[in-house]
């Protein structure tokens, strides 16, 4: 099973490049209008259509599951290299979890989150109403 993300953008570049840091893949179709991501590690299919001009992005964001903390630093590795990574939290409150996470914001500003959980907490932060 694969999830399915259509993402409107008007930097078709940049948000390429993003993603393709992102998700560590390069994308399987690419077009001067389109790009196609597929990957397995997570389950993706994310396309991207550029536009004259996309709309806002609200305070929603989107995550990818890892299952563990080495995973998480090789995704920090990868998004500070690339001067993506805009906040890494380890060991970390949120959500009613420990957890350890790296951020990365698209060129539309859609906030997504590279993440682990070390274990369930049953304590409220912040983040869960950011």
């Known amino acids: 099973m694969k999830i ?7 930097e078709l570049a940049r948000s390429v490049d993003f993603y393709s840091t992102l998700l560590d893949a390069a994308p ?14 997570p389950g993706l299919e994310l396309a991207l259509d550029a536009v004259d001009s996309a709309p806002l992005i609200g305070h929603d964001h ?11 630093e090789s995704a920090i590795e990868r998004l500070q290299a690339a001067g993506l990574a805009s906040q890494i939290e380890r060991a ?10 790296v951020w990365a914001t698209d060129p539309m500003g ?3 989150e590279i ?5 369930e907490t049953g304590e409220p932060d912040a983040c869960c109403t950011a």
């Open 92 to 101: 970390t409150t949120c959500c009613y979890a420990n957890q350890t996470k």
């Open 62 to 72: 989107y995550g990818i599951f890892v299952e563990s903390a080495g995973e998480v």
């Open 115 to 119: 993440y682990t959980v070390h274990e």
């Open 4 to 10: 399915h993300l259509n993402f409107a953008t008007s």
């Open 28 to 41: 399987i179709k690419l077009l001067p209008d389109y790009a196609l991501f597929i990957t397995e590690r």
């Open 110 to 112: 859609r906030r997504w």
